[in-house]
Every structure is written in C-alpha cells, then in structure tokens.
C-alpha cells in the first residue's frame, strides 16, 4: 500500500464521516481522477474490484471442492474476500481530494455531483 501522509484536516473530516486511511488509499488506487487532485470511486470502479473479488471467491470455492484446499482456510479467505466486497459497496461515490502527496479530504459528494462525475472519464 503506498504511503500517503494524511493532514489534520483530513484525519478529523474521515473520523467524521467514518472512512479508514485504507479506504481513502483504495479510492486513489482503484478509483478514478476526475481532476488534478480528485479522485472519485465510481460505481464502473467499484463493480470492476467486486467482479474481481467475486472471480477470486468461486475459484477458491472450487479448490476447496476439489479438496486441493483445507475447508477450514478457504472459509477463512472466502470471508475475507466477502468483507472486501462490502467494504467496496461502501466506497461508492466517495470523493477524495490529494495534492503533493497529502490527502487533504474525503467525503461523499451530493448525488447531482455523483452524477455528474460518474458521466465523466478519467482526467488527462
């Protein structure tokens, strides 16, 4: 996971609105730049890391039928990797705002701003 440094600011806006450090770095990696220093999770983005996840949880469904993995630890990944697909349901939507390697905000914008930046493609 790369290294953000996260302001004040910031650090009081997440616990405010319960966001992790973890899924604001998410929003940078698997979401989308809508600006030079926005970064929005759009539902495209969010649907492409849970189809991911989805694969992951039927080809470990599928070694743990054919007995190549232990029932007991592809419980354990299964669940994980279900944790990981509602935590990405929850990300849908949020905004977050980075410049020079600081993350300044995050928050989940109002849905006519949703929209709008769901429309757009990535920033150049």
């Known amino acids: ?36 220093v926005e970064w929005f999770m759009r539902d495209s983005d969010a649907d492409r890391e849970i189809d991911d996840l989805k694969d992951k949880i039927k080809w470990i469904d599928r070694m743990r039928k054919l007995k190549v ?8 990944e299964i669940s994980a990797l279900k944790h990981e697909v509602r935590r990405f349901e929850r990300l849908r939507g949020l905004k977050v705002v980075m410049e020079g390697g600081e993350i300044i905000t995050c928050y989940w914008p109002s849905v006519a701003y949703q929209k709008r930046a769901r429309r757009r493609g990535r920033a150049a």
């Open 1 to 36: 996971m790369p290294d953000y440094k996260i302001t004040n600011h910031a650090e009081i806006r997440m616990s405010q609105r319960a966001v992790r450090d973890e899924d604001a770095v998410e929003v940078l990696t698997c979401g989308t730049q809508i600006g030079p």
């Open 69 to 76: 993995m232990n029932g007991a630890d592809a419980n354990r």
